[in-house]
């Protein structure tokens, strides 16, 4: 069902203070690579069997994907720490805490690490002095990675909202009543931005005034976060469908059934979307006609999302593997064994691959 609405939320806030562009400039890092959240890295990544080049354990469980950005690597921890490490070695340069967990990758740009915490807080914490620059209160548990585009940092919380705040320093901009928590991080292209809501709802809503554009109703659960890519939007939900959705009207293009609850945030790639699902599958789909390309079945449940680099797929699944597929024909390069469920997705840099295990590992393979 599609309502496409024109109206302002009564909840849309003017704006407190202007926005300079130039205050996220260049750089930035994030969730999915991007903010349309295609999952496609400029970075080469190995394609034959990998080797370990360095392991760092953290002091509790680990559900938070790793970002990279300059010469670190920043995860989130169940202790409600961020942990700095270096890219190189593994080495821990420095951590932040916050008051409960940290499941939602990090973002970051210029000198700037923004942080999604359960204890209902986005910090904004300068990674020069390694201390907090502000940070913005909201009503509920933060699951959702922050996107930063422009000037603003864009997430959701677990109150119902959507935020849009200054990145300079923490003033709101506008909050968008989403009528259902919002786990997923929002996609941002050409002016709007996608969510999906666990009371079934996919929007779209105005980047710069919050205003909802349109909505799409699945009446499941939505965990995915939507992807961007052309004319479309893709997402998976807990109906085990993934959708293509007309990013300009939300009209349906197609949907396909799969036999499991998809969790895993699609990636878009040279005409297929990639993803993963709770029947243990890894899938590839065109993009536009829906036809399958191929499907690969791991030993458990895939709820990590996929990374696309050197013409290889890599996901990790709940069977304790990092593989690596081909993204033309779906043959496995290498598998990387793990001691434990891989959640994360993993990010690509420097021809590594750099992922975390539910156990507390953070792994770097090269």
Known sequence: MIRVMFSFPSTVLVVLISVFLSACGGGAAMFRGNPEHTGVATSSAPTSQP????KYTLPDKVYSSPVV?????????????????????????????????????????EDT?????????????????????????????????????????????????????????????WRFDAKGEVYTSPAIYDGKLYIGTLNGYVRAINKNSGRQLWEYEIRHPVYSSPSVYGEYVYVGSDDKYMLALNRHTGKKKWRKKTAGKIFSSPAVYNGNVYFGSGDSYIYAYNARSSARAWEYQTNAPVFSSPMIASGTVYIGSTDGYLYAISAD????????????????????????????TADGKVLAIE
């Open 69 to 109: 950005a300059g010469n670190t690597v920043y995860v989130g921890c169940k202790n409600g720490s961020v942990y700095a490490l270096d890219l190189e070695d593994g080495h821990l340069k420095w951590s932040f805490q916050t008051k409960d967990n940290v499941e939602a990758a990090v973002a970051l740009s």
């Open 51 to 54: 080797e370990l080049a360095w």
């Open 329 to 356: 024909r779906g043959k496995v390069r290498w598998r990387f064994k793990t001691k434990s469920k891989v959640y994360s997705s993993p990010v690509i840099t420097d021809n590594k691959v750099i992922f975390s």
């Open 113 to 173: 690490l923004y942080i999604g915490s359960w204890d209902g807080n986005l910090y904004a914490v300068d990674i020069k002095t390694h201390k907090m620059k502000w940070k913005f209160r909201t009503g509920g548990l933060v699951y959702s990675a922050p996107v930063i585009e422009q000037g603003v940092v864009y997430f959701a919380s677990k109150d119902h909202y959507v935020y849009a705040v200054n990145a300079v320093n923490g003033v709101e901009k």
